[in-house]
């Protein structure tokens, strides 16, 4: 059925390349029926003898067929030889230009490095803020304990108990938020 599309030499077609695990697309430069396979066989190869010249003329079988191609988009082209490394190198190779890809550092790179940077900044920020507040709270209880403030060794003592009571305290809260979802869970489903 698809196959009288390609009587005529010259029609572009895309097939599966299994050297390059990809699809590719080439002219068709003779078709052939192999009557021991009962299959077509093409000879196909790309327009672009500095892109290609280790491809050269490729043989494979109609099981490998794609499609012809009926329309291609030079904007398209145009598009993903700036945003490619692959297209770029390609298009060096086509033209003699030497083309780089600066769009996909620029366009791509850039923004996730930034918005990378400002994720680490927040959580920076969070983690100062968190322990600006929880210094603070140390700070007032050990100003309301009574513990004489000259007493060095006092006051590192007991800002080390103090500590070690917030922390065991957010312990204790994480539990009780994990109890509690879990518990919202359970009676979901018994209503279910």
Known sequence: GKLVDYEKDGDIVTFYYDKINAPDTHRVVEKEFD??????????????????????KE?????YLIGKVTYHSKALGGFLEISSPDAAVYASARTGENKSAWFFPVAII???????????????RKYIKEKKIRDEEITKALEASGIDLNDEEACTLFRMKEEMRLDIKEEMEKQYQAMKKKALKEMQKKKE
């Open 35 to 56: 009557e021991k396979k009962g299959k077509y066989h093409f000879l196909t190869m790309g327009d672009n003898p500095l892109a290609h010249k280790n491809l050269l």
């Open 59 to 63: 043989e494979w079988s109609e099981d």
């Open 110 to 124: 850039t923004p996730l490095v930034l918005i990378a940077g400002m994720s680490i900044f927040d959580v920076i």
